[in-house]
């Protein structure tokens, strides 16, 4: 059974730190693209942050220079470390897995999500 288990979120003041964990089983982790995805209130989800198996990292644009993506293989955990955070990265922050499974299927696996807030 695969589990994807965030953890960090918060409240924050603008300008503020946070770091999200992400703590997954059930998969081959070391193969698995990971990443962090987000929903503001009203918003579709949209991509954060993404990190390949071979550690490649590509960021949405609104939040490059802020936030950093990293990984663990031996902890199968990923990391979001959040920096000079702004009113709008306000939103339910979701752990995101896409892993190789046979047949050149891939399978996409999501955590319950972790709030973020930051005020003003």
């Known amino acids: 059974q695969v589990q994807l288990v965030e953890s960090g979120g918060g409240l924050v003041q603008s300008g503020g730190s946070l770091r999200l964990s992400c703590a997954a089983s059930?998969?081959?982790?070391?193969?698995?693209?990971m990443g962090w995805y987000r929903q503001a209130p009203g918003k579709e989800r949209e991509l954060a942050a993404l990190?390949?198996?071979?550690?490649?990292?590509n960021y949405a644009d609104s939040v490059k220079g802020r936030f950093t993506i990293s990984r663990d293989n031996a902890k199968n955990t990923v990391y979001l470390q959040m920096n000079n955070l702004k009113p709008e990265d306000t939103a339910v922050y979701y752990c995101?897995?896409?892993?190789?499974?046979?047949?050149?299927?891939?399978?996409?696996?999501w955590g319950q999500g972790t709030q973020v807030t930051v005020s003003s």
């Open positions: 059930g998969i081959a982790f070391r193969f698995s693209t």
């Open positions: 990190v390949t198996s071979g550690g490649n990292t």
């Open positions: 995101y897995c896409n892993v190789a499974a046979a047949l050149g299927v891939r399978n996409v696996y």
